[in-house]
């Protein structure tokens, strides 16, 4: 009993000691599984920064509908300015007779829309104050790859500059819309991909925009470092309608593109601010001076005669140059009033710098009709007023509508009265107001009316100043403000 006992222990102890080394060896394994793993996170963390930027992750999808499908674009409203006049496409083709089916209609091909742009539409766009558009759905201008390249139906360019990646603006694609209705999730994405290749090889861009239309209907596209966006279609069938003018709109746009010679001898070089009239850029070569560019010469006419009536005047923008769509400004500021006073520590004492300002425009029988805080530079601890594209004189019918939003004006404005310097002033009181309170978005003259007519002290004292015209008391006022900083 003994021997078979000790043999059958000595099995039982060989057993577990091959049982205690697998365990060790799979305990091993795991922690060699566990050091791996910390090894890749370690690399994955020092390589987020690597990972390619959106734009050239979506240029190096294999498909259009690849492409629509990895962006997945938010749907949102139109983020450029339509032009005064629009792109005419009411002539497009409609339908055409079908052969295989008598006294049947089909949609044209491609070829028959893209003749009606060479022939109509591309007529319509020679005389941009900017830019050049042309048929490019030949050209194989834009890289997408070592040896291949893709070419849009439609690109513009800077005037003067061949069509190329480096120089492009904007792009579009002429395709008919699916029997279904709507554009095909291909043909999109592949206008997503002319906009990504677009900023791979443009750098200094944020932005790109393009279109893909059939001359009915139009959506509009734009890629970011971020994502992507697109917007609902607009009507392309009534003439001068608003997808005619957002047509027009963008493809007159000035190109931020370093090198680009708005005016002679001067080029910009980065983009500031776009708002919905006009463009600020830095200008090459300059630490002083910026370029304004607009597509509305009426603007560009009424802030040349406004400034240069004010040249060398203190505390307003100055005029160095000027052709029909651009102006060469000095000084160049480093922000707003809108944005400085956010900071509590900012001086209000030199906010009453703009109040002087007023009155030598006001003198020399310049209206501003727009001096929201918005519109006034700072430049170390100088105010700058500045944006005379509203402006007009004193008396003089104003040649546009255009000027500070309902919600700023004045009791007089809001019922139908000439524009005064009263009422200047009354826009930058207000303007200040609205740094440190909510001001209701409406246009509603009775409401406005009532809202400012219900104001608490100072603001009911500084309004009262403003109607008489009292400069140096507006001025002390705006100077012992307890704020103007957005309440908490």
């Not at 091909?109 to 759905?137: C, G, I, R």
Request: one cysteine or more; glycine letters at 6%; charged letters at 20%.
């Amino acid at each position: 009993l003994e021997a078979p006992q000790g043999a059958g222990s000595s099995a039982v102890v060989d057993r577990l000691a091959q049982a205690f080394e697998a365990q060790t060896a799979l305990l091993k394994t795991v922690s060699d599984n566990q050091a791996a793993q910390t090894a890749l996170l370690v690399e994955l963390s020092d390589n987020i920064g690597k990972l390619p930027s959106f734009p050239r992750r979506l240029g190096r999808s294999r498909t259009g509908s690849e492409a629509w499908h990895d962006a997945s674009p938010i749907v949102t409203d139109v983020w450029f300015s339509p032009a005064v006049t629009g792109v005419n496409c009411s002539g497009a083709p409609t339908k055409i007779p079908d052969p295989s089916k008598p006294g049947k209609f089909k949609a044209p091909p491609e070829a028959v829309y893209q003749q009606y742009f060479s022939s109509t539409v591309l007529a319509q766009l020679q005389h941009l104050a900017w830019n050049t558009v042309e048929d490019t759905h030949d050209s194989h201008y834009l890289p997408t790859g070592p040896a291949s390249k893709c070419a849009p139906d439609i690109s513009s360019c800077p005037k003067g500059f061949r069509m190329d990646a480096s120089t492009v603006n904007c792009v579009g694609d002429i395709k008919r819309q699916s029997a279904h209705g709507g554009f095909e999730s291909g043909d999109k994405g592949q206008v997503l991909s002319y906009l990504a290749v677009i900023l791979e090889q443009q750098p200094y861009r944020s932005e790109a925009t393009g279109f893909l239309t059939d001359f009915f209907s139009i959506i509009f596209i734009s890629v970011t470092d971020d994502g992507a966006r697109v917007t609902a279609p607009f009507d392309l069938r009534v003439p001068d309608g608003l997808g005619n003018r957002l047509l027009r709109g963008l493809l007159e746009s000035p190109h931020p593109r370093l090198g680009f010679e708005a005016i002679h001898g001067h080029q910009v070089h980065r983009l500031l601010k776009e708002t919905a009239l006009s463009s600020i850029f830095t200008v090459v070569n300059s630490v002083d001076t910026v370029l304004k560019l607009s597509t509305r010469s009426d603007l560009i006419e009424r802030e040349t005669r406004a400034l240069t009536l004010l040249r060398d005047k203190p505390g307003i923008i100055q005029l160095r140059e000027s052709n029909s769509n651009a102006l060469l400004l000095s000084p160049l500021a480093t922000t707003n009033m809108e944005r400085a006073f956010k900071n509590p520590a900012t001086s209000r004492a030199c906010v009453s710098q703009i109040v002087a300002a007023l009155k030598i425009c006001h003198d020399a029988r310049i209206l501003h009709r727009d001096c929201r805080a918005s519109n006034i530079l700072v430049v170390e601890d100088q105010l700058i007023l500045a944006d005379f594209g509203c402006s007009c004189l004193i008396d003089e019918r104003p040649q546009t509508r255009m000027g500070a939003p309902a919600m700023f004006q004045s009791h007089s404005v809001l019922e139908g009265n000439a524009f005064r310097p009263e009422d200047d002033l009354h826009i930058l009181v207000r303007s200040l107001y609205a740094l440190r309170a909510d001001v209701p978005d409406t246009k509603i003259p009775t409401e406005l009316s009532h809202f400012w007519a219900s104001r608490e002290e100072p603001w009911l004292t500084m309004f009262a100043l403003c109607e008489a015209r009292d400069y140096v008391g507006l001025a002390t006022a705006i100077s012992n403000l307890d704020a103007v900083v957005p309440s908490s």
